[in-house]
Structure formats: C-alpha cells, structure tokens
C-alpha cells in the first residue's frame, strides 16, 4: 500500500487487479452457509452500511461473468457452498452441467445489481 493510499483505495485497487480472489471472498463472506434469504440480507447489509465495496462486489461480479473461470464449478462449490442440482441422477456433460453454474451467477448478478440501486440509485443528469 502506498503510502498516499487510504485503505479503501488500496483495497479498491486490489479488487479491480484481482478479480477472481475478490470473488472468492465475496462467496465465502456472503453465500457460505446461508440460504438464499440470509445472503440477500447481508448483501443488503452491504449496500446500507458499505457501498463503495458493494460496488466494488457488483463490478468484480460483472467480470467473472463476463469471462467465467475455468473452474467455476469448483471455485462456487468449494467457497460459496453453491450446489446445484443438475435435474437427474444419470451423467449430465460437465458443458451443460457448467452452463447451470454460469446462469445461477448470472442470476446472482442481477440480483444484487437490483438491491444495490435500490439503496444507491443510479444519478441520471438533468439533460435526461
């Protein structure tokens, strides 16, 4: 951290350089072990009480999706508890099986894109 930097901007800068560890600690702090209900409540949490991060989480949120991981399955898995059933017990390819884990973080996405502009909402200028 330089020394001209408060801490929210070094940790801002971290995010946006490390995307994929942001998003690991976003799972892990939000979505392990939490139902749906709670992570939106902390999400919410976030928004009222953090919002720089919050916006720093939707952006790092974007970009993942943008350009998932190869192992996205595995990251969701392991550090969000994130276990998707994939609709039957006999062999489903991993691609399709992969594309479940792509539209429920798409779905994430969104979802705390609308939360956040409900606390935040975007400035429109006065030519709008």
Same mark, same amino acid.
């Given at each position: 951290m330089a020394p *001209? *930097?408060?801490? =929210?901007? /070094?940790?801002?800068?971290?995010? #946006? %350089?490390?995307?994929?560890?942001?998003? !690991?600690? &976003?799972l892990t702090d939000i979505r392990m072990g939490r139902s749906e209900e709670e992570a939106i409540r902390e999400w919410k949490r976030l928004c009222e009480q953090v919002s720089w991060y919050a916006e720093d989480a939707i952006r790092c949120l974007e970009t993942i999706l943008a350009d998932p991981p190869a192992n996205? +399955? *595995? +990251? =969701?898995?392991?550090?969000?508890? +994130?276990? &998707?059933?994939h609709g039957s017990q006999?062999?489903?390819?991993?691609?399709?099986? #992969?594309?479940? /884990?792509? %539209?429920?973080?798409?779905?994430?996405?969104?979802?705390? #894109?609308?939360?956040?502009? !409900?606390?935040?909402?975007?400035?429109r200028s006065p030519i709008d």
């Open positions: *001209e *930097e408060s801490y =929210m901007e /070094y940790l801002q800068k971290e995010h #946006r %350089e490390k995307p994929l560890e942001f998003f !690991t600690k &976003l996205l +399955i *595995e +990251i =969701m898995q392991e550090n969000g508890w +994130i276990l &998707l059933d006999s062999y489903t390819p991993i691609k399709a099986y #992969r594309q479940q /884990y792509v %539209e429920w973080l798409e779905k994430w996405v969104n979802q705390c #894109r609308d939360v956040y502009f !409900t606390y935040h909402p975007p400035v």
